[in-house]
């Protein structure tokens, strides 16, 4: 499977607790982004990676939110002090690195996160 | 602030009916793209087209077939025969273009439910 993969797809934790999603995108991509989907919405915007630089983040990132990727291949978002607002679907999708926005996205299946 | 709105909430169609799918967006970049994406029950997002701001041209791809306006800020999705198959919610998403590292996250609209009954 070549695709963008994410792990675990489903977590279940009680308030309070740290957890942390991987997202391993398309070999060839340069560009990650993670967004966030409740039930009923459609993505919102998280965080961009160009390589290993984050470039931008959306004010919805708290400071309780991390997103890294320090070798420019996968990343991981960290949630620390959970809290019920935090349960939604993280989504993580990649783009190739040929110049553009118009570059088309690549979905992964998601990290659904239920917290208690 | 840029923003896109999908004022059908659902939509519910007979198999081999035709249905249009709305998106009107905002943007005050003379450049920007738009997508259509498929979210099937299973919950992966898969790609279905792309349209750049001068690209005006509608296109016709099988059963799918996209109207840009510009004028009117819309780029609306129509499924001609619908299959149950087709059954999932269908995402629009906007795109500026703000520099070579600016922005590149897609804005999305809140999504249409489409439930084609056999």
């Known amino acids: 499977d070549t695709g963008v993969s994410q792990d675990p797809r489903h977590k279940i934790t009680k308030r309070g607790q740290n957890v942390t999603f991987r997202c391993d995108p398309i070999?060839?991509?340069?560009?990650l982004y993670w967004y966030r989907q409740t039930l009923g919405q459609g993505p919102e915007f998280l965080t961009y990676f160009q390589n290993e630089a984050q470039l931008e983040k959306s004010r919805l990132l708290s400071d309780r939110f991390s997103a890294e990727r320090p070798k420019g291949s996968f990343s991981t978002l960290e949630i620390q002090r959970t809290e019920q607002g935090d349960s939604a679907m993280y989504l993580c999708a990649s783009s190739p690195s040929r110049a553009g926005p118009g570059n088309e996205q690549f979905f992964g299946p998601g990290t659904r996160l239920t917290v208690l | 602030a840029q923003k896109v709105t999908q004022a059908q909430t659902e939509i519910s169609v007979v198999e081999k009916e035709d249905v249009t799918l709305d998106c009107v967006y905002e943007?005050?970049?003379?450049?920007?793209?738009l997508f259509w994406y498929k979210q099937p029950p299973s919950g992966e997002l898969v790609f279905l087209i792309r349209r750049n701001s001068f690209d005006e041209q509608n296109e016709i791809s099988g059963r799918y077939s996209w109207n840009f306006q510009k004028s009117t800020s819309s780029f609306n999705f129509t499924i001609t025969a619908s299959q149950v198959v087709d059954s999932a919610v269908y995402f629009c998403?906007?795109?500026?273009?703000?520099?070579?590292?600016?922005?590149?996250?897609?804005?999305f609209g809140s999504g249409t439910r489409l439930q084609v009954q056999p």
């Open positions: 998403a906007l795109s500026e273009v703000r520099g070579d590292t600016g922005r590149r996250a897609l804005t």
């Open positions: 070999s060839e991509h340069n560009r």
């Open positions: 943007t005050r970049d003379t450049t920007y793209y």
